[in-house]
């Protein structure tokens, strides 16, 4: 739990050093280089960059924890409305690859683990491989070429028309949580089957079989449970994955996410919304970490009885 | 991948290194390993005489012929501009075989160093350190590298430079771990008896102990590396115009593949794709030989 604080610390400083710091004079860059160093000056007072580091980086974030995050450069307007806007797309196409990678990449690590090297183990485990290694934007491409391209059988990019329903919304989710899927599904599959394997290797599998429990019982109840727990937590790490996948989908397919904004805003050097929108997946990273340990203690026996001494 | 489970030498006496001819067969009867290792250096080959047996000139434009769907002129069809995409994928594989394996050497030689001297030192620095790039690793390298490239301006320097130090906490990790092990043995303390400099025993008497897991760890990163390499391309946030780039090709082309002209991005994802995979497979092929 409190690495994650860390993590978003660390990514706070380097957002601030990126944003703030290295790229020198503010109000050069905004106003252009022909403008008078007077009004660079005043500008420059105005934004508050002429003040101590430490001041500026209390204030920034002093001011983005309480909703203040900033003016956009480009749309000369609150950041704060664009942020929240994207991140709620994002979540969208998140939850949907997500709702299809967990249970997937679960059965299909469980299916390989109950086949062991048997030839559906190797499809699933060196295909899983294969996918995860492979950069988003090329399993995307690949994806768009057959389903949108030459099958015609979802659309290829991700903006959907205005005032569309749920279900049009998800027809339009579909291709492009694919990539995030595939990526996904390899490490998900790749953790609960070497967990099955530990749990069906183990010695109360052995007993449950040997007091002659029925073999679904055995799986269910002994098995799977035990199982999994070390999947729990390999999908809360890979949200931080997910998020640097985020960047590049919604680039590829064009949909209006946190991914998308910072992309687009650092190629604007929009550094207020560059700086939210990194903060933002930050927090939302730092928060998964939170609510899968949860889980995890929930869920994991031994942690309980050492919680009740 | 990044999960590779360092298995240290055995601690007693009768350990015996396996020599580096052993390790060598191993390879060469390692199927995964030859298919990996085929692919790789025919994109080696490609990157360095690729303009020779390429057709056309990868960045000649001729606009009569742009879009041509592949033909028996030209195989991959041209893009936009009318330039050859056969030749511009042959060639395309320079600028990301020499941006992904210098990151690569640059996280593994920072990387070693602060897994050797986290490793060997402990402590409170250990622990300080190990948490403070542990907590690193959680950041996403597009993230990072965005991040650099925005506030520093992109070149290949650039890239080289962020996603080397972006990798190289996971190596640190790696080696730490292995140091860890390495550090209990007789050989440390005999050094250590023989008042020998900190640097000495790190440096000579470990390193070359540690080098099986570092070398496992060095192929895998390539793999990332040339992902990451790709990604930041394809986002023109890596290698820049004219290169025949394979990720700059497919962004500066996808834009029109709702019109059909599938060509002109299919074959650079392949390349891509064919180039990971087969710096995976050698990676399994390295990790299979050194921890039989």
Redesign the interface.
């Known amino acids: 739990m409190s690495l994650s604080l860390v993590t978003l610390f660390l990514l706070s400083i380097m957002v601030f050093l990126g944003g703030q710091v290295l790229p020198g004079n503010v109000g050069r860059a905004i106003l252009g280089p022909f403008a008078d160093q007077r009004a660079v000056d005043a500008l420059n007072h105005t934004l508050g960059v002429d003040r101590p580091l430490l001041t500026q980086y209390a204030t920034w974030i002093w001011n983005f924890v309480r909703g203040d995050m900033g003016t956009s450069y480009i749309f000369r307007s609150p950041v704060a409305p664009f942020v929240i806007d994207a991140l709620g797309n994002s979540m969208k196409l998140a939850a949907v690859a997500f709702v299809l990678v967990v249970p997937i990449g679960i059965l299909g690590g469980v299916v390989a683990a109950l086949n062991l090297n048997r030839p559906l183990d190797r499809i699933i485990s060196l295909g899983g491989l294969s996918v995860t290694v492979l950069p988003e934007f090329v399993t995307g491409i690949i994806l768009i070429l057959i389903f949108g391209v030459w099958l015609r059988w979802l659309p290829i990019s991700a903006a959907w028309p205005k005032d569309a329903g749920f279900f049009t919304q998800l027809y339009y989710l579909i291709l492009p949580s694919l990539p995030l899927f595939l990526v996904l599904f390899g490490y998900i599959a790749r953790m609960a089957r070497s967990g099955m394997i530990e749990a069906l290797d183990s010695d109360y599998t052995r007993t449950a079989v040997l007091k002659g429990l029925p073999w679904r019982t055995v799986i269910w109840r002994h098995v799977l449970r035990n199982a999994l727990l070390p999947t729990i937590t390999v999908i809360a790490t890979q949200t931080g994955y997910l998020i640097g996948g985020l960047v590049v989908i919604e680039t590829l397919f064009r949909y209006q996410g946190i991914g998308s904004l910072i992309f687009t805003a650092a190629r604007g050097k929009d550094f207020p919304m560059l700086e939210s929108g990194i903060l933002t997946i930050g927090i939302v990273y730092a928060v998964a970490t939170l609510i899968a340990d949860f889980l995890y203690s929930v869920l994991n026996p031994r942690i309980r009885l050492g919680s009740d001494q | ?1 990044s999960a590779v489970q360092t298995t240290s030498p055995t601690q007693d006496d009768t350990r015996r290194r396996s020599p580096m001819a052993d390790v060598f067969f191993s390879l060469m009867r390692s199927r995964t390993f030859l298919v990996g290792l085929v692919i790789v250096l025919f994109w080696v080959a490609c990157a360095l005489f690729g303009e020779h047996f390429a057709p056309y000139d990868p960045l000649a434009d001729d606009i009569i012929n742009a879009l041509a769907p592949p033909s028996s002129e030209h195989w991959f069809g041209t893009d936009q501009i009318g330039r050859d995409v056969f030749s511009r994928v042959i060639v395309g594989s320079r600028d990301i075989l020499t941006v992904a394996p210098l990151a690569t050497l640059l996280a593994t030689i920072a990387g070693t160093a602060l897994g050797l001297l986290t490793g060997y030192f402990r402590g409170i620095v250990d622990d300080v350190v190990s ?2 790039l ?3 690793m ?7 590298a ?7 301006g992109t070149s290949k320097a650039t890239v080289i430079i962020v996603i080397g130090l972006s990798f190289a906490p996971i190596i640190a990790r790696t080696v730490r771990s292995a140091v860890l092990a390495e550090r209990e043995l007789d050989y440390v303390a005999a050094a250590q008896l023989r008042h020998e400099s900190a640097f000495h025993t790190m440096f000579v008497e470990i390193l070359p102990n540690v080098i099986p897991p570092i070398l496992v760890e060095t192929t895998v990163r390539l ?2 590396a040339i ?1 990451a390499v ?2 930041l391309s ?4 890596g290698i820049q115009p004219p290169s025949p780039d394979w ?1 700059l090709s ?1 962004s500066s082309n ?1 834009g029109m ?2 019109g ?1 002209f ?1 060509w002109t ?2 074959f650079d ?2 390349a ?2 064919s180039l ?2 087969g710096v ?1 497979l050698v990676a399994d092929g390295v990790h299979g030989a050194l921890n039989d």
């Open positions: 991948m948490r403070i542990e907590a690193f959680a950041i996403p390298v597009v993230i990072v965005l991040l650099a490239i925005v506030a520093l793999g990332y992902f790709a990604t394809f986002m023109g946030f990720g497919i996808y593949i709702g059909g599938w991005v299919l994802a392949l891509i794709a990971v995979i995976n």
